[in-house]
């Protein structure tokens, strides 16, 4: 007689661990953890995980995954997330989160100086997990800019 509101109780459940798994990821590249954000993708070199950064290619395969963000890493003095429009969707073992990363990075410094330029990014983001025995594992991310408006948008209305 329990069952709708067990159901509720295991569904909301699944979407907290999703939104753990989620920001476990962001915070891993906060931190430049790579070891931790490896844990974090689907193990195995058979099941095929991707990624997409921001004006990047489609990277196929879990070691060229990894490997990407181990550059990107490597080449990233600070990076932090300040993650929006969190939204959570689940089917089965498979969890869709999208979200907008408000990103803020700097490179490494110049001479003279101990901080690099910092720079904001905004980038739409969708991350598919899948549930395994382990836990809740990226099985994808996609991140796409989001272009800035220019303010030099004609109005139609307007004459020419």
């Known amino acids: 007689m329990n069952e709708p509101q ?52 489609v990277l196929t395969g879990r070691g060229e995954v990894l490997r990407s963000y181990a550059l990107i890493m490597a080449n990233t003095e600070y990076i932090q997330f300040f993650l929006t429009d969190v939204g959570v969707s689940m089917t089965g073992d498979t969890a869709l989160v999208t979200c907008t990363e408000n990103i803020l990075s700097g490179g490494p410094a110049e001479e003279g100086s101990s901080l690099g330029p910092l720079v904001g990014q905004l980038v739409v983001a969708t ?23 220019t ?3 004609e109005d139609e209305d307007s004459p020419s």
């Open 6 to 57: 067990d159901e509720h109780a295991s569904a909301a459940d699944d979407i907290e661990a999703v939104e753990r798994a989620n920001t476990a990821f962001y915070e891993a590249m906060e931190r430049g953890d790579l070891d931790e954000l490896t844990g974090l993708w689907l193990p195995g070199e058979d099941l095929t995980v991707s990624c997409v950064h921001p004006g990047w290619p």
């Open 127 to 149: 991350n598919v997990f899948r549930r395994t025995p382990d836990g809740w594992k990226l099985w994808s991310h996609h991140g796409s800019p989001v272009l800035a408006e």
């Open 151 to 153: 303010g030099e948008e």
